[in-house]
């Protein structure tokens, strides 16, 4: 089994985030109690036994805005569930996660890090609307590795308007002075209800940049697995693209099992009242398949040629003699993951 849980308290919204996050105000007793009861309350209707959660994936917001003691009542309790070697990651900004933060962290069972950097450009970072600097982010990652980490990510954003190759060899120059073993890399989408809402002329829509990208991340010995993720891979994230059963709590999470998807509420007051309300979305065979195809050629998992209705298998097998997929031991397996819906479209239509 794997668990997500969503920690939606942030300092400030960044310019392009569409993700659940509020101040923090003083909504922090609160919504711990629930989140407390909506965690019991899932383990018990997923059947979850002890000493059975492979991963624990802590997202939002800025889960390291939280303090420690928010963090040990949660962990306390999920202690007897957890596999002996769970992968258990925590997301942090550079500016709210300082070594004392880190290293107690680290102590309570933490062993992978996510830092929220997005980029090293002072100009890019006022640009998306980030509160860090550049500074900010190699202190950070110091502290991490001095606290005891081993598995650090670090997230970047590009196909913004500031973006061509000079800013990207920027990027890379310094993000190979780090050695850390993980990157993840997003091209920068526009979404309603944030400031870059409708200003499409923020994104620069350049493959051929994104191409540039890709490959200079790769020459740092990165090895790219899944469209936007490269280096030592995330076993949470690689359960969501195997379609594994996982357990979502927190205001706005999603929990999957076996054909069912679960949205917790959106609103945090609501969250906090009614902290085990699920609306349930129903999957058919189609959209399991659909959501195989999407994923797998999106990573390093590949679709499986069993799971394919004959006229999809019939694209499939022609996208490969084509050298557009490679087909091995029955799978079908991308090689150009920026290719991924395309590919999706003329399979599964």
């Known amino acids: 089994m794997h668990l997500y849980i969503h920690v939606p308290f942030c300092e400030s919204k960044c310019f392009y985030c569409s993700f659940t996050s509020l101040k923090k105000k003083d ?200 469209i936007s993720n490269f280096g030592q891979i995330c076993k949470h994230n690689l359960a969501y693209w195997q379609g594994k059963d996982y357990i979502g709590c927190g205001l706005s999470a999603v929990g999957f099992l076996k054909n069912q998807r679960f949205y917790t509420k959106k609103n945090l007051k609501d969250y906090i009242n009614d902290p085990c309300f699920r609306e349930i979305e129903n999957l058919n065979l189609q959209d399991l398949r659909l959501e195989h195809i999407f994923l797998g050629l999106r990573s390093l998992i590949g679709i499986e040629e069993t799971k394919l209705e004959p006229l999809e298998r019939e694209k499939a097998m022609f996208l490969s003699k084509k050298g557009k997929l490679v087909y091995k031991k029955g799978i079908f397996y991308n090689t150009n993951y920026l290719l991924s819906d395309e590919l999706v479209l003329y399979i599964s239509t």
């Open 27 to 226: 909504f922090e007793k609160d919504y711990l109690n629930a989140l407390m009861q909506d965690i019991k309350y899932q383990l018990d209707f997923f059947k979850v036994a002890k000493n059975s959660i492979k991963t624990v994936f802590i997202g939002g917001g800025t889960p390291s805005l939280m303090d420690i003691h928010f963090y040990e009542k949660i962990f306390i309790f999920l202690q007897a569930y957890l596999k002996q070697e769970c992968e258990i990651t925590i997301e942090t900004n550079p500016n709210s996660s300082n070594f004392s933060w880190l290293s107690t962290i680290k102590n309570l069972g933490f062993n992978r890090i996510s830092f929220g950097a997005q980029s090293f450009h002072e100009k890019k970072l006022q640009f998306l609307g980030r509160i860090h600097d550049q500074k900010a982010i190699f202190k950070s990652i110091e502290n991490a590795k001095k606290a005891g980490f081993d598995t650090i990510n670090l997230d970047l954003i590009y196909d913004t308007k500031l973006d061509d190759t000079k800013m990207l060899d920027y990027e890379i120059s310094k993000l190979a002075l780090l050695d850390i073993n993980h990157v993840s890399a997003y091209n920068l989408t526009i979404e309603e209800k944030t400031r870059f809402a409708k200003k499409f002329h923020y994104k620069k829509n350049a493959p051929r940049l994104a191409k540039y990208f890709i490959k200079a991340i790769e020459s740092l010995g990165y090895k790219q697995y899944e």
